[in-house]
């Protein structure tokens, strides 16, 4: 007898159940989705099965694959979500940003039940931040017992490298809170805490919907006779049992869309193309890469809520089997637009080609023979002009849709699937194509995927490879991801590796890499037979409790939108207060201004945002407001982070690092620092003479000072390029104190010695260090700034790769001299140009270019990432092959942190072939060629579509002087002349001057 397994797709407007047999297809069914899902997945399976029969075809079903909308939808929806308490395992660190910090509004008065921060954390190598305090642990579990709270997640500071004291406070909730649901972070998400904790958030708050829908899908099945184990699909193109969805119902999210891909590959036994799945009203696009969907980068948002778990990586466009058809006639013919609007679930009663009034899409395929449906009839008049350009447009709309998702120049199979593939005839020839494939039950690809068994196993951590070689560390992780698929289920013997990935971070010690491995295999036929929806009737029962006493009000979710405000200047002090709306646009425009480097400013904004919530203020003045009234008589305080980026994203910032390092700097001169005093000692503390100066390692809180000290009237970022802008607007929200309309870089530079004032002569020292643990050492004296840098990047190595600076103070005629004016001005205007273009759906990166100077080099996407670590930092090349109009053409970019130089390494015209286009200082910018916002170089990869830009430098970067420490030859490009892009166009500082 046969054995069968049923796949179920639940789509926007269908929802289709197939039969598989093998790999033959024994029948399928597609019915209307329901509001409520269940009923409609009853109803698609109870049609098959009655097909089955009518038709004498007998077999086991061995098993039912559901891939269900039902709790991405909840999200979406704000529905039936349950209260969550988070307790974050942090120690010292990460207090600046607590849970729930981006959600909306309207979700996190929903679920956010209680947070906790407790001691507990890992540092990037695995040494602890703290140890976890078992009391405080006990402590945290009887005020959830209090609020009656039984779900909880507990997130911990690099638990994906190290994952024993989540497991262990789990235990503790576990032996002393009957009936807790828990997840544990390390186990939903990747690297990145926020993200990470996020996705946790969303899968615990959805844990009693869970069981509630998979005792529904349970018991339908029961109903209809079905008595075969329940799995549910994945979004990474694998199935899990219905008890492990039960813990983890986040990873169903989108897979749809990986289900219809999986179908595709299935169906035609192409294993790498480029899927276009064509519904009713939307097209979805993606790559196929061994069989499975390529995935999104780290950060997807879902409801609202920015997350890092896996999700397919997929382009949509507005055109589908119901969308609308609109032409006006011309002297040449026809001029057509095809979509977005659509009829959507309406086409059998509105469309022309089954009577009704709207012309569709559907009914340009029936009037040309590609399609059998409705009435030909209706449609037979429509004007052979009119049908020609609206096969066109169709066919112009899915060629742009192919070079979009497309990975490389060269042509690509292209697999069909979907209703709405009748609208492509895949016999003629499309651009970007090798061939066109529209398989057999192409229309049902999605419930193919769906039926599909396999199971996956994903490991992702940081390895320091200077300890161990490259080979032995990717095969420990293959290993470990291997082991994780077959403890999911998977026939060992079938089980390969599908996805390696390796990113080298920069400035960590070790050659620190982070490597992510996934592994596929064959569910097993043991568990076939036996695993099914364990579910039983007592956590049935648990589960309707906790949804019927916990129900939620609806609320109503509406998209947050940013309010535009204009600069809020103060006419008789000048000082610019910034609203939320003017920390988004700096935001975008520090990340523009770091040149691939600095960090992402996400975070910093976030901090800032806060601030801003809590009822802050942050202020902004002109550099020459300085020593204009008492209160602004004194020295700049130079501030910011050093570090790696990557380390910042997971180790958030305590909140008190650099305003503990400027009172370290205030302590210092108190206690009686003197510039050219070095020996002996300094507030009861050896002064130390060490390589290239004089340090204190350790310099403790001074309790008692008698000396008076430099009056700090303002603040300065370091760089204003990535994550180093947004500080200083934190702290001046903290202290009160305005932030002046400058800094010291102009952009992001990787090294201290790059500090534009110290190029032209102004002491970096004395400066000061601090981390989360208030830790601090200072330099007195350095014999250069590179041994500044030196002493200060062997110290944050020491503190976990992340500490705080406070450079030596600066008055207002050095700074006015020496520093980059107006640059947070220049940061607000570029980041407002993308936005504003965002809003408006213009190209944000032709409005950047009428803000600046500059030149866009190409548009296309990125073939080829080759990184190495050298001293620290992330260098590499990347190559971008181009598209659209620089088709033909490819562009090289090295990067060190920083990009560096661009140059033309294959185009069209062959004068032009191997020609350096943009250097450094000049800034060299990656953006997403559609939103404009910029990509750090630790965040391209192979297949993003960029645009990059090339603008014009501060005249301060363009000096002989200057270009000695920040020129190309600076960095080791001896036979590379900077030329400059053109003039650098000084902007008015948004601050006023008097």
């Not at 009737?537 to 535009?564: C, N, T, W, Y």
């Not at 601090?776 to 503190?799: H, M």
């Amino acid at each position: 007898m046969a054995s069968y397994v049923i796949g179920v797709d639940v789509g926007g407007t269908n929802t289709d159940a197939i039969c598989l047999d093998g790999n033959t297809i024994v029948d399928y069914a597609k019915v209307p989705t329901t509001e409520d899902v269940t009923s409609g997945v009853k109803k698609a399976l109870k049609d098959l099965l009655g097909k089955l029969n009518h038709e004498g075809k007998t077999g086991t079903i061995c098993r039912v694959n559901i891939g269900t909308t039902h709790f991405v939808n909840a999200v979406i929806q704000r529905r039936h979500l349950t209260p969550v308490a988070v307790v974050r395992l942090c120690g010292t660190a990460t207090k600046s940003l607590k849970p729930f910090v981006d959600f909306p509004e309207d979700l996190k008065q929903a679920i956010c039940a209680s947070v906790h921060l407790i001691n507990g954390g890992y540092q990037f190598d695995g040494q602890v931040i703290t140890e976890v305090d078992k009391e405080e642990v006990l402590r945290c579990i009887e005020d959830i017992k209090k609020k009656q709270i039984r779900n909880v997640v507990i997130s911990g500071v690099f638990s994906p490298v190290n994952g024993e004291q989540e497991e262990l406070v789990a235990s503790v909730f576990r032996e002393n809170y009957e009936g807790i649901s828990l997840t544990m972070s390390h186990q939903v998400g990747q690297m990145g805490l926020l993200e990470r904790e996020n996705a946790s958030i969303l899968n615990e708050c959805l844990k009693p919907l869970c069981a509630r829908t998979i005792t529904a899908f349970t018991n339908a099945l029961q109903e209809l006779n079905l008595q075969c184990p329940l799995y549910l699909t994945q979004n990474d193109g694998t199935v899990v049992s219905a008890n492990q969805t039960l813990r983890f119902p986040v990873h169903t999210f989108s897979s749809g869309p990986t289900n219809s891909m999986r179908g595709a590959a299935h169906l035609s036994g192409v294993k790498d193309a480029i899927v276009i799945d064509i519904g009713g009203t939307s097209s979805d696009a993606g790559c196929l890469m061994a069989g499975f969907p390529k995935e999104a980068s780290a950060r997807v948002k879902v409801g609202g809520v920015t997350t890092n778990f896996r999700m397919p990586d997929v382009v949509s466009i507005g055109l589908g089997g119901g969308s609308k058809v609109k032409y006006t006639e011309t002297k040449e013919g026809f001029a057509v637009t095809v979509g977005p609007e659509s009829v959507a679930y309406q086409l059998q009663t509105q469309a022309k080609c089954f009577g009704g009034e709207i012309l569709t899409s559907s009914c340009i395929a029936v009037a040309t023979n590609l399609a059998a449906i409705g009435n030909q009839d209706c449609v037979k008049d429509l004007p052979d002009k009119l049908l020609t350009a609206a096969k066109t447009e169709i066919q112009r709309m899915v060629e742009d849709l192919i070079d979009l998702v497309k990975l490389s120049e060269e042509d690509v199979t292209v697999i069909l699937v979907g209703g709405g593939s009748i609208l492509v005839d895949e016999k003629k020839k499309l651009k970007g194509a090798s061939q066109v494939i529209k398989p057999p039950h192409f229309q049902v690809a999605n419930a193919v995927g769906a039926a599909l068994s396999q199971v996956g196993g994903m490991q992702d951590t940081v390895v320091a490879l200077a300890n161990i070689s490259r080979d032995e560390a990717l095969a420990d992780v293959k290993e470990q991801a291997k082991q994780n698929a077959i403890d999911h289920g998977a026939e060992p013997d079938t089980v390969e590796i599908t996805e390696v990935s390796e990113v080298a971070l920069a400035y960590l010690p070790g050659n620190a890499t982070r490597i992510k491995v996934k592994a596929v295999g064959n569910l097993k036929a043991a568990l076939k037979e036996t695993q099914g929806a364990a579910v039983t009737p007592e956590e049935s029962q648990v589960a309707f409790e906790q949804i019927g006493s916990k129900e939620l009000k609806e609320v109503s979710h509406q998209p947050f939108m940013l309010q535009e405000t204009e600069p809020d200047v103060d006419p008789n002090t000048g000082e610019w207060s910034l609203s939320m709306w003017d920390v988004e646009c700096i935001s975008v425009g520090a990340g523009l201004l770091g040149c691939g480097g600095g960090g992402n400013p996400y975070y910093g904004k976030l901090m800032a945002l806060q601030q801003l919530k809590d009822g802050k203020k942050i202020k902004v003045i002109a550099p020459e407001r300085l020593n204009s009234t008492p209160e602004l008589t004194g020295l700049v305080a130079t501030i910011g982070f050093m570090g790696a980026p990557g380390v910042l994203f997971e180790k958030i910032p305590s909140g008190r690092e650099t305003t503990c390092a400027m009172e370290c700097m205030q302590e210092l001169f108190a206690a009686g620092y003197k510039k050219g005093s070095y020996e002996g000692k300094i507030g009861g503390v050896d002064i130390t003479k060490g390589d290239g100066g004089y340090f204190i390692d350790d310099f403790p809180v001074q309790s008692e000072t008698t000396k008076e000290t430099p009056k700090i009237v303002a603040l300065m970022s370091a760089e204003i390029g990535g994550l180093n802008a947004m500080e200083p607007l934190v702290v001046a929200a903290r202290s009160g104190k305005p932030v002046v309309d400058c800094d010291g870089m102009g952009r992001a530079f990787p090294e201290l010695q790059m500090f534009v004032p110290s190029i032209y002569g102004d002491p970096l020292y004395p400066s000061t260090l601090a981390d989360d643990k208030e830790s601090r050492c200072v330099a007195l004296q350095t014999d250069t700034p590179k041994d500044l840098e030196n002493y200060f990047r062997i110290n944050t190595v020491k503190k976990g790769c992340s500490a705080a600076i406070s450079l030596c103070p600066l008055s207002r005629e050095h700074l006015i001299e020496h520093a980059v004016l107006y640059s947070v001005s220049r940061a607000w205007r570029l980041g407002k140009a993308v936005l504003k273009a965002k809003l408006s759906n213009t190209d944000p990166n032709d409005t950047i270019l009428k803000h600046e100077t500059g030149k866009l080099l190409i548009k296309g996407k990125i073939a080829d990432v080759a990184r190495q670590r050298t001293g620290g930092f992330d260098k590499g090349i990347l190559k971008v092959d181009g598209m659209g109009a620089f088709a033909g053409q490819q562009l090289s970019v090295d990067f060190q942190n920083e990009n560096l130089i661009a140059k033309v390494t294959k185009h069209t015209d062959a004068k032009l072939q191997g020609q350096v286009v943009a250097t450094v200082p000049d800034l060299i910018v990656i953006t997403d060629v559609d939103s404009g916002e910029p990509i750090t170089t630790e965040e391209v990869r192979f297949g993003l579509r960029v645009a990059v830009l090339v603008l014009a430098c501060s005249p301060l970067l363009k000096t002989d002087t200057a270009l000695k420490v920040i020129g190309p030859k600076a960095f080791g490009y001896e036979d590379i002349e900077f030329k400059p892009i053109g003039e650098y166009k000084l902007h008015e500082p948004i601050p006023t001057k008097k």
